[in-house]
C-alpha cells in the first residue's frame, strides 16, 4: 500500500495574507484559527474512522476514512512534516507551496507553505466534489517550535496506526 505512496508535489509563489475557513471568514497571517478535532471508530461495519474538525465558530470538516485510507493519510502527514521541518523549498522573496497527496487517496491534500524561517501546513479534505481547507499547523524552522492539530492528528494516528516497514517509528524531535 505504502509502496504505491506517490507524492505530488508542486512548488506555487503567491502571498498568502491568511487563510479562508469553508464560510469565507478570513484568519490573519499571524493568528492560527483555534482547531479541534476528535478521531473514533464508527461502530458499524465495515470499520471505519470517523475525522471531525471544527474551529470556535463551529465550522465542521468531516470525513469517514477505512483503514486503508489512514494509513495514507499518516503517509502524507509524515513526507508533509519532514518537508516542513527542512530548508528544502524555501521562498525568499515570496512564499513557495508544495502539495503532498497520495496518487490513489484524492480526499487529502497537504499544502507546506514555506517563506524565510516559517512552515505552515494546511490540510484540505475532499468529500463529494466539495473541498475544505484548514490551516492545520506551523513551524518556526530554527527553533523547532511547532503549533497546530496538525501535530496532534498525527501523533494519534501514529499511536493507533500498526507501524509498517515503509514507516518506522518517527524519531524524536
Known amino acids: 500500500m505504502l509502496a504505491s505512496f506517490a507524492m ?14 469553508q464560510t469565507g471568514a478570513t484568519f490573519p497571517a499571524g493568528q492560527l ?3 479541534t478535532f476528535t478521531l473514533t471508530r464508527v461502530p458499524e461495519p465495515p470499520v471505519r474512522y470517523s475525522l471531525v474538525i471544527s474551529d470556535s465558530d463551529e465550522h ?3 470525513y469517514a476514512f477505512s483503514i486503508t485510507q489512514l494509513e495514507s493519510l499518516r503517509a502524507v502527514l509524515l513526507e508533509a512534516e519532514k518537508f516542513a521541518f527542512s530548508e528544502e ?6 512564499p513557495l507551496t508544495t502539495r503532498f497527496q497520495d496518487g ?3 480526499a487529502v491534500i497537504v499544502d507546506v507553505e514555506k517563506f524565510g524561517n516559517l512552515s505552515r501546513l494546511y490540510l484540505t ?3 463529494d466534489a466539495s473541498s475544505q481547507t ?15 492539530f496538525f501535530f496532534d492528528l498525527l501523533s494519534r494516528l501514529e499511536a493507533m496506526l500498526p507501524k509498517s516497514p515503509a514507516n518506522p517509528a518517527k524519531p524524536p524531535r
Do not use: W, Y
Not at 508535489?9 to 487563510?19: E, K, L, M, P
Not at 484548514?134 to 497546530?148: Q, V
Open 33 to 35: 484559527p483555534d482547531f
Open 60 to 62: 465542521v470538516i468531516s
Open 125 to 127: 479534505l475532499t468529500v
Open 8 to 21: 505530488l508535489c508542486t512548488a506555487a509563489t503567491g502571498q498568502v495574507a491568511g487563510i479562508e475557513n
Open 134 to 148: 484548514a490551516e492545520a499547523g506551523r513551524i518556526i524552522r530554527t527553533t523547532r517550535r511547532e503549533s497546530g
Open 104 to 106: 490513489r487517496e484524492q
Open 89 to 94: 523549498g524555501v521562498g525568499t522573496k515570496e
